[in-house]
C-alpha cells in the first residue's frame, strides 16, 4: 500500500460510483490489547461483502482523511484513511494505520465477493 494520492483514490471512488459493489469496512482500536491490559477498552466494527450501490463518494481532510460513500437511503463512512492500493483484481482498498503502524480502518470496494 502506498500513502493517499487523493487526486487518485477520488477517480477511483468515481470509478465505481452508480454499479453493484461488495464492501468491507473494518475498524479495530486493538482488540488483542485488552489481553496484555485489562484496562484497555477494546471497540471495533466489522462487515464484510455488504452489496451496494452508492451515488457518488468523496474522500475529504488534509491527511489522515475521510471517505463517504452516498447511498440513496444512507452513508458508508470511514474516517483515518491513511494509505490505498489497486491491487491485481482492481479493487480499491483504503486502509488507516495509527501512528504505531498498526491497522485502525479499512475500508474495501470491490466488483466482485471479497
Request: charged share 25%.
Amino acid at each position: 500500500m502506498e500513502q493517499v494520492i487523493i487526486e487518485q483514490v477520488q477517480k477511483e471512488i468515481d470509478r465505481l460510483a452508480k454499479k453493484d459493489v461488495y464492501i468491507h469496512l473494518e475498524t479495530t482500536n486493538g482488540a488483542y490489547a485488552s489481553h496484555f491490559d485489562k484496562s484497555f477498552f477494546s471497540s471495533g466494527a466489522y462487515i464484510r461483502n455488504a452489496l451496494l450501490q452508492y451515488e457518488h463518494g468523496k474522500i475529504t481532510g488534509k491527511g489522515p482523511y475521510r471517505v463517504g460513500l452516498k447511498m440513496n437511503f444512507g452513508w458508508v463512512y470511514a474516517e483515518g484513511i491513511t494509505h490505498f492500493e489497486i491491487d491485481e483484481k482492481g479493487r480499491l482498498l483504503l486502509a488507516g494505520h495509527d501512528f504505531e503502524g498498526k491497522l485502525a480502518v479499512a475500508l474495501q470496494l470491490s466488483e466482485t465477493p471479497f
